[in-house]
Nanobody
Framework: QVQLVESGGGSVQAGGSLRLVCKAS????????MGWLRQAPGKERESVAT????????DYADSVKGRFTVSRDNARKILYLQMDNLKSEDTAVYYC????????????WGQGTQVTVSS
């Protein structure tokens, strides 16, 4: 059974930092492209960052470029999202998601972790 478990969310003031962690189990992690997505109240879910299986291709939403950094540790089956210079508009539930390298849609999702940024 595939499980993705996020942690590291919390409340922080604007300008602060958080690091989200997603621990994967039940899958060959190195074969999956991973992503961080978020959903704010009343808004659609949006992609924040994506990283391919070997960390060769990394993409960010324009709104987080220069502030967020995604990385992965395939040996430990962990996905990270370092978030710096947080803004109030970053407040959302953050999800990690996985898709097999040749699949277009995310197949597996974590339960989400809340990030709240106060101004």
């Amino acid at each position: 059974q595939v499980q993705l478990v996020e942690s590291g969310g919390g409340s922080v003031q604007a300008g602060g930092s958080l690091r989200l962690v997603c621990k994967a189990s039940g899958l060959t992690f190195a074969n999956y492209r991973m992503g961080w997505l978020r959903q704010a109240p009343g808004k659609e879910r949006e992609s924040v960052a994506t990283i391919d299986d070997l960390s060769r291709q990394i993409d960010y939403a324009d709104s987080v470029k220069g502030r967020f950094t995604v990385s992965r540790d395939n040996a430990r089956k962990i996905l990270y999202l370092q978030m710096d210079n947080l803004k109030s508009e970053d407040t959302a539930v953050y999800y990690c998601a996985a898709r097999y390298r040749y699949v277009d849609r995310y197949e597996h999702w974590g339960q989400g972790t809340q990030v709240t940024v106060s101004s």
